[in-house]
């Protein structure tokens, strides 16, 4: 069973960064396609973010700019770096690789 375990959520104000991990069991090749969604209360599940063919990526225009998603093979890694946070960045952040989905970090903005 393919297990993805995020890490790296918490509680930040406005301005400031935090770095999400999601590490898998599975062996991944360049051809895995690995992406970041997230929740806010309320809401439907949304793309963040997405990385596939080894380093192509694509980005949801909202966080265009202020987050970046990268992979690390050896470790068998996905992250997702996120700048200048706002309270609207508010959410639960779910990493999917093929079909499978993590069981999600709280990110929270807020003064």
């Known amino acids: 069973q393919v297990q993805l375990v995020e890490s790296g959520g918490g509680l930040v104000k406005p301005g400031e960064s935090l770095r999400l991990s999601c590490t898998t069991s599975e062996r991944i090749t360049g051809f895995t396609v690995w992406a970041w969604y997230r929740q806010a209360p309320a809401h439907n599940r949304e793309r963040v973010a997405d990385?596939?063919?080894?380093?192509?990526?694509d980005y949801a225009d909202s966080v265009k700019g202020r987050f970046t998603i990268y992979r690390d093979d050896a470790k068998n890694t996905l992250y997702l770096q996120m700048n200048d946070l706002k309270p609207e960045d508010t959410a639960v952040y779910f990493c999917k690789m093929g079909v499978h989905w993590g069981q999600g970090t709280q990110v929270t903005v807020s003064s």
């Open positions: 990385i596939f063919n080894w380093s192509v990526t």
